[in-house]
């Protein structure tokens, strides 16, 4: 583990918040064990390990009953931890994964029988090194057919850039962390104002109102300014919002947010049964499992 990076919360809060019978936790991820899944060479940080067995731990405890995982940089495109989750989830968790153009028609049907439901570009300079747009584009053409979707990872500076890309995509698009706004610019700025247009204009893109730990400017204890952006996006577009806890909270070097604290969140950004249902039911099941019920 890099002597800087924080673990994952030893004794996260039990949340006041009852999440909605068939909650999903739409955004986490599992790391390692190092010794049975190594952590790519070309990786920018080495995390702690973090198993499905704690994942799934936490996502009994918090109140959840499924989870999608999604493939964290550090693994690069061995998406063997990822799939052993899938395996051992009952059919409780689904997958985002992380390809290349070598993969075969086979590899990937053999994903999409472990559970795997999308594939994650990540666009986040720090993170990754650069792939050209037209291999993104060939492996979105590939993935389609599967009834697959693409995760998008991007910073909200980088959005004007990457705008053609994405509307140009054939498959659903789920923007990871709200386009990761600068919350300390006004939730009617020019700045979020693209990012509402990007969805409004095109309904086939979908964000994920997840990571306020990672947003906020005024630190964990309530993450109040990310408050507006979330909601503003629950309620405009209910539909297609989804929600997660980011654990293990990957990169984390300032603070290692409390689990629970996070759960407490939803409440806040989803005002109302059957917004919080939508966000936490509905639309994860639609989009991971092809059904509304649990």
Known sequence: ???????????????????????????????????????????????????????????????????????????????????DALLHSNDRARGVASVDRSITDSELRELDAAGVRGVRFNFVRRLVDFTPREVLAEIAARIAPLGWHVVVYFEAQDLPELWDFFTSLPTTVV?????????????????????????SEHENIWSKVSCPERLSRSGPHGYDDVVPFARRL?????????WGTDWPHPNMKSHMPDDGKLVEFIARIATGAELQRKLL?????RLYWGSSAS
């Open 1 to 83: 583990m890099d002597p800087d990076y924080l673990p994952f919360h030893p004794n996260p809060s039990k949340p006041a918040y009852v999440p909605p019978p068939g909650a999903v936790d739409a955004h986490c991820h599992v790391f390692g064990p190092a010794a049975l899944f190594p952590y790519a060479p070309q990786r920018k940080y080495t995390p702690c390990d973090a198993p499905w067995q704690k994942l799934f731990e936490l996502r009994d405890f918090l109140g959840f009953e499924r989870n999608v995982i999604v493939q964290a940089t550090c693994h690069g495109n061995d998406n063997r931890a990822l799939v």
């Open 281 to 285: 039911v509905d639309n994860p099941m």
């Open 175 to 199: 923007v990871d962390h709200m386009g990761r706004p600068d919350v300390s610019l006004p939730v009617n700025g020019p700045q979020f104002e693209l990012f509402v247009r990007l969805l």
């Open 234 to 242: 629950v309620e405009t577009f209910p539909d297609r919002v989804l």
